[in-house]
């Protein structure tokens, strides 16, 4: 199996525009989620599906994230307008079993 | 609430020899899994190695192998003969059996010299 699939691997962006983030998780699996991982806060769950439905998206910092996960094959995550603040490492990661296969993550950069 | 820590901020070894690291938590479920994941410079987040702990048996991967305490509540993780690609960062990590969530530890960063 390819494993999780993430794109793009870097993104360098200006504060204000919109950053797409994409994911393909691992054929089979049931429950995919978004997380970030920074210096100061380490990872943090932002949103959790199962089957394609989200389940908990307490973890999104605020109204300028947003998820989507259209099919069992892909699901985005969204940052508009983004901020400095928003510079992380977002992981994807799906399961089957309780056991989370991760993603090689993105590397965003919010100049 | 549950709560993962790992005491070992940092630990360095020479190439071949075997390290242990620690993980303490702290829960009232009587069952749950635990975790135990590696990041290396690539940032890559990767299983090391999966702990259900209804079940006695240690769990164990080629050269990885944990100690789990259930007692104790203690699941250290004890790399042998220990490799170059092993230097990374770990971190042990919790699931309730009710949920999905994985509670993470702030990491043990190792280092293994050659």
């Known amino acids: 199996d390819a494993g999780v699939i993430q794109s793009p691997r870097h993104e360098v962006t200006e504060m204000g525009q919109e950053v797409t983030l994409r994911c393909k998780p691992i054929?089979?699996?049931?429950?995919l989620f978004w997380y970030r991982q920074t210096m100061m806060r380490g990872l943090e769950l932002l949103i959790y599906?199962?089957?394609?439905?989200?389940?908990?998206d307490s973890g999104m910092p605020e109204d300028r994230f947003s998820a989507k996960m259209p099919n069992a094959s892909f699901s985005t995550l969204k940052i508009q307008p983004s901020e400095p603040r928003d510079s992380a490492v977002y992981f994807c990661?799906?399961?089957?079993?309780?056991?989370?296969?991760f993603g090689p993550g993105t590397r965003l950069l919010v100049l | 609430a549950q709560t993962v820590t790992q005491s070992q901020p940092e630990m360095s070894v020479q190439e071949a020899e075997t390290v242990t690291l620690s993980c303490t938590y702290d829960?009232?479920?009587?069952?749950?899994?635990l975790f135990w994941y590696k990041q290396p410079p690539s940032r890559q987040m990767i299983l090391v190695i999966r702990?259900?702990?209804?079940k006695q048996q240690n769990a164990t991967e080629n050269r990885f192998s944990v100690n789990f305490q259930k007692a104790a509540k203690s699941f250290s993780l004890k790399i042998s003969d220990s490799q170059l690609g092993d230097t990374a960062m770990y971190f042990c990590?919790?699931?309730?059996?009710?949920?999905?969530?994985?509670?993470w530890g702030a990491g043990t960063k190792l280092i293994i010299k050659p």
């Open positions: 702990q259900e702990a209804y």
């Open positions: 829960t009232s479920e009587s069952n749950y899994y």
């Open positions: 990661a799906s399961s089957l079993d309780r056991t989370q296969y």
């Open positions: 054929s089979g699996h049931n429950s």
């Open positions: 599906f199962n089957n394609n439905v989200p389940i908990d």
């Open positions: 990590a919790f699931m309730k059996d009710s949920n999905y969530q994985l509670i």
